[in-house]
Structure formats: C-alpha cells, structure tokens
C-alpha cells in the first residue's frame, strides 16, 4: 500500500536535535529526508561548543607555559602563537566532524536535502523548487546571533564570524554578559589580545550563582581582562586605526575588533510558518507542548528554536523524546531540572541545580558550604587562580540543592555531581564520601562547616 505522503517525517536542520531524530526515526523503518542549508552538525559543531572550546584551549598555553618554569622547565623565549595554524587546523577538525555527521545520516537510512527548506503549508515542505509532502515536519533550524541596530552596528562581528577571521586583532571589545560573551572575552585575553568586556548589566552571568558569578569576574580581571559593568554602547565608528566604542558614560575605546555576543534567536524568519497554524512568539521561537508538537497538528519543533534550554544534550534529548512519541510507546520524558552546565570562561564555571538565590527562595532553611583555595598547580606554577566550591543543602531533608565549582576542570567535576543530585544525594552522602587525594575535586565532599 502506496504512502499518501512522500516522507513520514521530514526535518529542517541537520543540527545535533535534527540528526538525532531523523535517524531514530529511520531506524524505526520510518520513511525520512532531514535538510540542511549550511553545514552538518549545527551551530554547536561549526561555529559554537566544539571550535569554542578547541580554541580554549589554545589560549589556556600561555598560563600553563608560564607555570612550568616553577617545575623546572626551561621555556626559553616565549612560543609565539600562529594564528592561521590555529584556525586552519580547527576548520579541518569541523570538516572531519561534518563528514562524520553526512555518514551517520546516510548510514541510517534517512535521506538527506543540501539546501534551503521552508514549509509550504501542513504536510508540506519546499526544497530547491520541489514541493514534498510528510505526515509530520519537525522544525530543528537552531538559533541565529542578534545584534541589535544601532549607529555603527554594522562594524560589529557575530561569534559566528570570530571563528574564521583572517588575522587576530592586537585588541578588541566583546559586548555583552552572557557565556559567549565571558567566553570570548577569555578566549581573545589568553590569546594575547587586549579585550575590553562591555556589559550593560551590574554583573556578569547574571541567571547563574551570584556569589559564584562574583568569583569569575574577580577571575577574568585577575588576568587582565578590562571589565565594563553598567555600560553600553551608543556609538561604534571607523577610524584610521580601526573602530571606536562610544560608551554611554561618553567614554571611549579604541580597538581593531567589536564583538557583538547579547544574545541569540530563534533562526524562524522566512520559514514559512505563517503558511500553518504554527504559533511563534515576539522573538521568533516556536511554542510548543510538553510532546514538542505546534498548534499545527503535523508540525513539531525542538531544539534552540523553541527556546527553552539551549544546550546541545538538551536537544538531542528532546528528539529521543520525540520520536519516542511519534514512533515508539510514548513514555519516554525529559525532566528540565537539575542539568548540569558549564561555562568555558576562564576561570572555568561549572553549576548543577538551584543557585543559593533560586534556593532561598524555594526552601525556608537552606544550609551553604563553601570552599576557597589556591590550586595544587599554582603552587610551584605561579599564577594567581583560585578555585571556589559551593554547596547549598535543604536544611530540612538534608538534600543537596545545587553544586557550584569557579576553577580548574569545573565542567569534569561537575558532570560527575550531576549524577549525584539527580539521584537525590543527601550531604550526608557527600559526607560518607571518601575523597581522591590529592584532586581538586575531593573538597567536595570533606567541606564540613557551614559558612552560613
């Protein structure tokens, strides 16, 4: 018996979300064409999480070359930083990682459209000038930088541009307060370049821990990032030698490179959900129920796009969710609490469960841990980083409500505490913990006093 429709399931956007689900799908004997107009893999794999942290780590050398003089390496001159080796070799890198993505698919069964899609009406979606029709389309286009306009905005650079810029400046301002921003602003201080972050909030990180969010900032300005709380742009003009910021407070600031990182949206224009009963909000993101399904019955979206929690894992999990409701016995949930997080700025932050704000305000008696010391490497290294940890524990039930790390592989310690609170680890657990000395990690589970 013939199909009414050429596809049961056609997806738009070939990111992490997208590629999942299309190839579950398909390996439910499902009939599926997956499009993508860019490249595979999405914004995380080509101009986000993966080349992010890949040039990280090249700006974290510096730091380790200067504290290995105290363990008796003699370094000589200081290594000089090519620029174009780095950016080339981390291109070819996201092309191994693109093929991988063009395998998977085609391995799977699902068949894949290199082009723009856009919906054409329910059931029906448009590719090259040919119409196809699916039974459901599912919407996973991701989420698009937005640089709002403003005099001289057009001389502001996206972060999707930072990742392949022909030179590195000899200074730059990154705009902003978010994890890109602070990330960058990492990224380009490590890296040699005199960065300048402009942030038009009090503070830096502001839906994350305040008391921890504090410690980065000290962090960032500890190694030589000029920070700018309470400011914003009016003006970015040309000048012989570059650009200049004009601040609000009518300072200014001379630099080669304005980086442009307040905030992302969802990548909906032009896609033709007008054409259904699909409802976007002001920003442009999708809404959608518990089952990512639209108010257009043949129409589901997930990912960046519907912007709930933009993170990679997230949707990858939500297209299991997904395909387990369309394809498999519906049981299958996602549970939005307690997801561990990590921020690459340098210092490093990494966060589970409630900040002691969020705590505080949920539970009458909270109980907060507290630890801050100097890294075992920064002994003989030299340096001046700090690492912080917090705990913040319900007095009443004793359960560990949040886990908060600013320093040294924050994002490997915390991944493992996820695990904890998501089983529901008492501090008494942590406290019958026996620890792995000497690490970082182990004071975690000897912190003993509360600090209030």
């Known amino acids: 018996m013939t199909s009414e429709f050429d596809y049961d399931l056609f997806v738009i956007g070939a990111g992490s979300g997208g590629v999942r689900a299309a190839r579950m799908a398909a390996g439910k004997g499902k009939r599926v064409a997956i499009a993508e107009e860019r490249y595979l893999g999405g914004t995380c794999v080509n101009v986000g999480c993966v080349p992010k942290k890949l040039f990280v780590y090249a700006s974290q050398f510096p730091e380790l070359f200067h504290a290995s003089q105290g363990f008796g390496w003699q370094v000589g001159q200081m290594p000089r930083l090519d620029w174009k080796t780095l950016r080339d070799n981390k291109s070819a890198e996201i092309a191994r990682l693109n093929s991988i993505y063009n395998n998977l698919i085609a391995n799977s069964g699902a068949e ?49 541009e930072m990742f392949f810029l022909d030179a590195l400046p000899k200074s730059a301002v ?96 032009g896609l033709g959900l007008d054409t259904t009963a699909a409802v976007l909000r002001a920003d442009g993101s999708i809404v959608v129920d518990d089952q990512f399904a639209t108010a257009d019955p043949s129409i589901y979206a997930l990912g960046d796009v519907i912007d709930r929690v933009q993170l990679t894992p997230v949707a990858i999990q939500e297209a299991m969710v997904l395909v387990d409701h369309l394809y498999g016995d519906g049981t299958a949930r996602i549970d939005y609490s307690d997801i561990p997080t990590a921020v690459f ?39 001046a980083d700090r690492v912080t940890m917090k705990l913040v524990v319900d007095r009443t039930t004793d359960r560990v409500l949040g886990c908060h790390m600013v320093g040294e592989h924050a994002a490997e310690i915390i991944q493992g505490l996820g695990i904890a609170l998501k089983a529901g680890a008492t501090k008494a657990h942590f406290d019958a913990t026996v620890g792995i000395h000497p690490s970082a990690a182990e004071e975690f589970v000897t912190m003993r006093t509360k600090a209030r």
């Not at 210092?347 to 801050?372: H, K, M």
Request: contains cysteine; charged residues 20%.
């Open 112 to 160: 894949l459209f290199d082009g723009r899609a856009t919906v054409v009406g329910p059931h029906k979606v448009s590719v090259a000038g040919v119409t196809y029709s699916a039974r459901h389309i599912l919407i996973a286009v991701g989420g698009w930088p937005y640089i709002p306009e403003f005099p001289g905005s057009e001389h502001a650079l996206s972060s999707n």
């Open 345 to 383: 700025c340098q210092p490093e932050f990494g966060t589970v469960g409630l900040s002691e704000e969020q705590a505080r305000a949920e539970y009458s008696a909270v109980d907060v841990y507290l630890s801050d010391f100097k890294p075992m490497l920064q002994t003989l290294g030299g340096g």
């Open 174 to 269: 990154v705009v902003g307060g978010g994890y890109i921003a602070v990330e960058f602003a990492g990224i380009l201080n490590g890296l040699g370049v005199e960065t300048h972050l402009v942030y038009r909030g009090p503070r830096l990180l502001k839906s994350f821990d305040a008391e921890m969010t504090a410690k980065v900032t000290e962090g960032m300005a500890a190694k030589g990032i000029h920070i700018h709380l309470s400011s914003d742009v009016d003006e970015i003009t040309k000048t012989a030698d570059g650009l200049r910021v004009a601040l609000a407070d009518k300072a200014a600031i001379d630099t080669q490179l304005v980086l442009y990182a307040t905030g992302r949206r969802a990548n909906t224009a």
